[in-house]
């Protein structure tokens, strides 16, 4: 056992905590808060693998970005504060085939590995792995910043109802009497021209 | 370094994150247990980048980073457009054949709730 084995329990020990609070806990904001821990203990568990530069990316776009996407989510979508009870569905069938699953996976690799030590290899820095980019992963890396922004405009298109029909936003006349005073907070800081889009084609 | 300890430990949040996906009735926290099981392949790939001794496990980490953080996306804009469609994000209570369609192909309906909202 050196010290890279203890801090690997150590960190697996709270990573594994974590992620099983995620899937019980009875609110739906604390499991966002525990994936936090979940992904921060990961991102431990990279660093004392080596993986110097994945784990600062980890935390940034995981912890930083994902988890405060998702508890945007939890809120937008009117989560309960306390907790609720509906959560969960039948947990007997979900929790044998995630025992199989885990269970299977871990035998497998347990199996393959045994107790085989092996010397940490020279760290992934920024360097290295950029070299390794740009090297050898120059077209997956191209096409995934055009994945990034299909990803974008797919996420601009559902959400907006009317650009999906393919309406496109028509200017507002001016002299129109607005009944719409009520409208949606999205529209009020649209300049005029875009504003009001959805009733304007929807007549 | 025993590298069956984070292999273990890869297995056993994939286990929880398929637990999770399955139990879960509340969308986001469904997208929350797929995430976990994103990590745990995670780790796979950066252990083994150590026993490979390249670096291309770190890079298909980083890529599968990036790739999560687009699904995160796309994944929150349709839980929050089902929400604005049914007032629920219990994926349960979803009856693809109950003649609600999404806004695409019913859009004066669905531009009518955007504008109650």
């Not at chain 1, 935390?59 to 979508?77: E, I, K, P, R, S």
């Not at chain 2, 996906?21 to 929350?32: C, D, F, K, T, W």
């Amino acid at each position: 056992m050196t010290v890279a084995d203890i801090l690997l329990l150590a960190l697996g020990a709270v990573t594994l905590g974590a992620a099983l609070l995620v899937v019980t806990t009875r609110h739906v904001v604390r499991a966002g808060l525990w994936l936090v821990v979940a992904l921060g203990g990961l991102a431990g568990c990279y660093l004392v693998l080596g993986a110097e530069l994945v784990a600062w990316v980890q935390v940034l776009l995981y912890v930083g970005a994902v988890v405060v996407l998702l508890l945007f989510a939890v809120m937008l979508t009117r989560a309960p504060i306390g907790p609720s009870r509906d959560l969960d569905r039948s947990r007997g069938p979900a929790a044998l085939i995630g025992l199989g699953a885990g269970g299977g996976l871990a035998v497998l690799l347990v199996d393959a590995y045994r107790w085989t030590v092996l010397e940490l290899p020279a760290a992934g820095t920024a360097g290295r792995l950029g070299e390794a980019v740009f090297r050898e992963w120059v077209l997956p890396f191209e096409v995934l910043s055009v994945l990034l922004l299909a990803a974008l405009v797919s996420a601009i298109v559902i959400s907006r109802p009317d650009v999906a029909a393919g309406r496109l936003p028509e200017p507002r006349r001016a002299a129109e009497p607005s009944p719409d005073d009520g409208r949606s907070p999205d529209d009020a800081g649209q300049p005029a021209s875009l504003g009001g889009s959805a009733r304007g084609g929807g007549e | 370094m025993h590298p069956v300890i984070p292999y273990l430990l890869a297995a056993l949040l994939f286990g929880i994150g398929v637990y999770g996906v399955l139990a879960r009735r509340n969308a986001v926290l469904v997208l929350m247990a797929v995430e976990l099981m994103l990590n745990a392949v995670n780790l796979v790939l950066v252990t083994a980048d150590a026993t490979l001794r390249q670096h291309t496990g770190q890079v298909f980490t980083l890529f599968v980073i990036v790739l999560a953080a687009a699904e995160i996306g796309v994944g929150l804009a349709i839980v929050l457009q089902l929400y604005r469609l049914r007032r629920s994000v219990i994926t349960d209570s979803i009856d693809a054949a109950d003649g609600t369609v999404f806004p695409s192909a019913e859009p004066a309906s669905a531009a009518d709730r955007m504008e109650a909202r």
